[in-house]
């Protein structure tokens, strides 16, 4: 909504259950695991499905139309989320806490290889001449 000069009517604030951060969603990934907490307090495990497709774990809830204490509501989201490269899909879990906070993780593959490290690479003799030409 477009706030004209003069007015005094402020813009939204965001809804807290939308805000990212300890309740709403926060994503972690460091240099030995990878992981989602996801609050999904209105929802059960039967109403939550988490699946990995290619490179993407993707978290889908959907509950039907029940009461609370305005009345009717139903509720559905969807997320997907990249995984990195280095994540071991094999080993993936995902868990909900009894007070709703979906959390999916899993382990990074260590490769051996750090960007931030230097690695020395032996030089090994061979016994024989080499087949390129010399100069």
């Known amino acids: 909504v477009p706030v004209r000069p003069g007015d005094s009517r402020r813009p939204p604030k965001a ?3 939308l805000a990212c951060g300890r309740r ?3 994503v ?7 992981v989602i907490f996801l609050d999904v307090k209105h929802f059960s495990p039967e109403d939550l499905t988490v699946k990995v497709q290619d490179d993407f774990v993707e978290i889908h809830g959907k509950h039907n139309e029940r009461q609370d ?3 009717y509501i139903s509720r559905e989201f ?19 806490s009894a007070d709703g906070m ?6 990074k593959i260590q490769t ?5 490290h230097e ?7 061979e016994e024989k001449p080499s087949s390129a030409p010399s100069s």
């Open 78 to 96: 969807h997320r997907r989320y990249r995984l990195p490269s280095n994540v071991d899909q094999s080993a993936l879990s995902c868990s909900l």
């Open 24 to 26: 709403g969603r926060q």
């Open 119 to 125: 690695r020395a690479i032996p030089v090994a003799r």
């Open 69 to 71: 204490d305005h009345g």
């Open 28 to 34: 972690r990934s460091d240099r030995d695991k990878f």
């Open 15 to 17: 809804l807290p259950h």
């Open 112 to 116: 051996g290889l750090d960007a931030t």
């Open 102 to 107: 979906l959390t999916f993780s899993g382990p």
